[in-house]
């Protein structure tokens, strides 16, 4: 196994997909063929607005049925709280730093050599289709189409001048015939959906204080933000009724028991905590946990909830090793995650480790090519860098010279962290293993293909200030 690169006492583990045999063996000898794989991620998703994990709205049926029917990791992790680069991380199973896309906006660096899921899938016979929802995931910026067979962005919503997303009944529909077209031949379809993300809009059939819910006390600050969340709440039971749609059409075409559905978020959002709406700049909780599901009927333990932390990083070395299996997944380049396959057949539980996310913030690299004399020089450290070990939590903002250290234990709602500047031994001690992990881990910065245009749709968006 592959144990990564060591620099200043840090490890930056680097795991191939693991890869345990009996996983693979388990989907094979069940299924007979590998399975077909569908991916659904929901944009700015909190796991903790889901009623599977624990939220007292009724704002996910068919997810929680989903999760009934498989797998439910209850502390998942992106790797970046943003739209563009957390779903790279998610296909490549690589860090920001290592895939190169460090923003919206810009793809994954060429020098960075990374392999994307659909990649390997499509070297071993699967046809490969995406439907994507919103502008930073448009081919022009990422180039993410070049791994698909189709791949699907015909955006036809109208946000302030731009056409810039499109909603889950639009994109549905076109998914739907995708499925019904490529039933008979092994598949992997990515469904992205946008809708939780602001501005939330009302949906019909989820209203204020419905399903005889309330919103919880620490974040109905005022009936401005209890508005908020209830709009946020009924885009995410606008958007779960649409996954009902998906996952009833693998039962119509009796692809049910032969296809891996992944459900994940590519981050969450703060609500109002800590006097903060929105995500991108800090790594509170209710931004960097995520929902993941995985279902594999006879394969997937059904109903099962595994505790331990993970990582979107995890997501491509597991379908890798469900579908391509061991042999076929020891990759000349090794993913950065690990495999989860053992843990859902249940062949062996997972040891703990280490949970790393961050973000860059900011929009300093953000220039269209021709202007890439002007560019600025890359940062030598993100805005801040995050590591969770046990109940210890710990978030570093460099240029500030603060650390804060938080007790997820003892504070779940991170409302009293310790906080300690650079004159602080706490701070000599631990700031420079985070700035190892980092440096250990920072190969690439990614492709900026960025016009004017595309700066003012990102900006509409509120991804740029």
Same mark, same amino acid.
């Given at each position: 196994?592959?144990?990564?690169?060591?620099?200043?006492?840090?490890?930056?583990?680097?795991?191939?997909?693991?890869?345990?045999?009996?996983?693979?063996?388990?989907?094979?000898?069940?299924?007979?063929?590998?399975?077909?794989?569908?991916?659904?991620?929901?944009?700015?998703?909190?796991?903790?607005?889901?009623?599977?994990?624990?939220?007292?709205?009724?704002?996910?049926?068919?997810?929680?049925?989903?999760?009934?029917?498989?797998?439910?990791?209850?502390?998942?992790?992106?790797?970046?709280?943003?739209?563009?680069?957390?779903?790279?991380?998610?296909?490549?199973?690589?860090?920001?730093?290592?895939?190169?896309?460090?923003?919206?906006?810009?793809?994954?660096?060429?020098?960075?050599?990374?392999?994307?899921?659909? !990649?390997?899938?499509?070297?071993?016979?699967?046809?490969?289709?995406?439907?994507?929802?919103?502008?930073?995931?448009?081919?022009?910026?990422?180039?993410?189409?070049?791994?698909?067979?189709?791949?699907?962005?015909?955006?036809?919503?109208?946000?302030?001048?731009?056409?810039?997303?499109?909603?889950?009944?639009?994109?549905?529909?076109?998914?739907?015939?995708?499925?019904?077209?490529?039933?008979?031949?092994?598949?992997?379809?990515?469904?992205?959906?946008?809708?939780?993300?602001?501005?939330?809009?009302?949906?019909?059939?989820?209203?204020?204080?419905?399903?005889?819910?309330?919103?919880?006390?620490?974040?109905? !600050?005022?009936?401005?933000?209890?508005?908020?969340?209830?709009?946020?709440?009924?885009?995410?039971?606008?958007?779960?009724?649409?996954?009902?749609?998906?996952?009833?059409?693998?039962?119509?075409?009796?692809?049910?028991?032969?296809?891996?559905?992944?459900?994940?978020?590519?981050?969450?959002?703060?609500?109002?905590?800590?006097?903060?709406?929105?995500?991108?700049?800090?790594?509170? !909780?209710?931004?960097?946990?995520?929902?993941?599901?995985?279902?594999?009927?006879?394969?997937?333990?059904?109903?099962?909830?595994?505790?331990?932390?993970?990582?979107?990083?995890?997501?491509?070395?597991?379908?890798?090793?469900?579908?391509?299996?061991?042999?076929?997944?020891?990759?000349?380049?090794?993913?950065?995650?690990?495999?989860?396959?053992?843990?859902?057949?249940?062949?062996?539980?997972?040891?703990?480790?280490?949970?790393?996310?961050?973000?860059?913030?900011?929009?300093?690299?953000?220039?269209?090519?021709?202007?890439?004399?002007?560019?600025?020089?890359?940062?030598?450290?993100?805005?801040?860098?995050?590591?969770?070990?046990?109940?210890?939590?710990?978030?570093?903002?460099?240029?500030?010279?603060?650390?804060?250290?938080?007790?997820?234990?003892?504070?779940?709602?991170?409302?009293?962290?310790?906080?300690?500047?650079?004159?602080?031994?706490?701070?000599?001690?631990?700031?420079?293993?985070?700035?190892?992990?980092?440096?250990?881990?920072?190969?690439?910065?990614?492709?900026?293909?960025?016009?004017?245009?595309?700066?003012?749709?990102?900006?509409?968006?509120?991804?740029? !200030?």
């Amino acid at each position: 196994m592959y144990t990564g690169r060591v620099r200043n006492g840090c490890a930056a583990v680097l795991l191939l997909a693991g890869i345990p045999g009996p996983a693979f063996s388990a989907a094979k000898d069940h299924l007979g063929n590998p399975p077909h794989v569908l991916l659904i991620t929901i944009d700015t998703l909190r796991a903790d607005h889901l009623s599977c994990y624990g939220y007292d709205r009724n704002t996910s049926p068919n997810i929680d049925r989903l999760a009934s029917e498989g797998v439910r990791f209850d502390r998942a992790y992106t790797t970046i709280p943003l739209t563009g680069p957390a779903h790279f991380s998610l296909l490549t199973g690589r860090y920001p730093q290592e895939h190169g896309a460090r923003n919206n906006g810009v793809a994954a660096a060429k020098a960075a050599k990374v392999l994307f899921l659909p !990649q390997v899938l499509r070297m071993h016979g699967y046809r490969a289709g995406a439907f994507i929802s919103a502008w930073p995931l448009t081919s022009r910026l990422t180039h993410l189409n070049r791994w698909f067979d189709d791949y699907d962005e015909t955006l036809i919503r109208r946000y302030k001048l731009f056409n810039s997303s499109r909603y889950a009944e639009d994109v549905t529909p076109l998914a739907v015939r995708w499925l019904e077209r490529n039933a008979r031949r092994h598949f992997f379809l990515w469904v992205h959906y946008f809708d939780p993300h602001s501005p939330y809009e009302w949906r019909d059939g989820f209203a204020p204080g419905g399903n005889g819910a309330r919103a919880p006390a620490y974040r109905a !600050q005022n009936a401005k933000m209890r508005d908020r969340i209830a709009r946020y709440d009924s885009e995410i039971a606008y958007t779960d009724a649409h996954v009902g749609i998906l996952l009833e059409t693998l039962d119509r075409l009796a692809l049910r028991n032969s296809t891996l559905v992944i459900l994940a978020a590519d981050h969450g959002e703060s609500l109002g905590e800590h006097s903060y709406v929105g995500h991108g700049k800090h790594l509170y !909780q209710d931004i960097v946990r995520v929902p993941l599901i995985f279902r594999l009927p006879g394969v997937a333990a059904p109903g099962k909830t595994i505790p331990e932390r993970v990582s979107l990083l995890d997501v491509a070395p597991t379908v890798a090793d469900l579908t391509v299996g061991p042999a076929k997944a020891n990759l000349h380049k090794p993913f950065a995650g690990r495999s989860l396959a053992a843990a859902l057949t249940g062949d062996a539980d997972l040891a703990p480790r280490s949970i790393w996310y961050l973000t860059f913030g900011g929009e300093k690299l953000f220039f269209p090519r021709w202007l890439s004399w002007l560019w600025a020089p890359k940062a030598d450290l993100p805005l801040r860098i995050g590591r969770e070990d046990g109940n210890r939590k710990l978030v570093w903002s460099p240029a500030e010279k603060s650390l804060a250290i938080f007790d997820t234990g003892r504070d779940p709602l991170e409302v009293r962290p310790h906080v300690v500047g650079a004159e602080n031994a706490g701070y000599e001690r631990e700031t420079p293993l985070l700035s190892s992990w980092f440096k250990s881990t920072d190969v690439a910065s990614g492709e900026s293909a960025l016009s004017e245009h595309n700066l003012e749709v990102l900006r509409s968006l509120g991804y740029l !200030q």
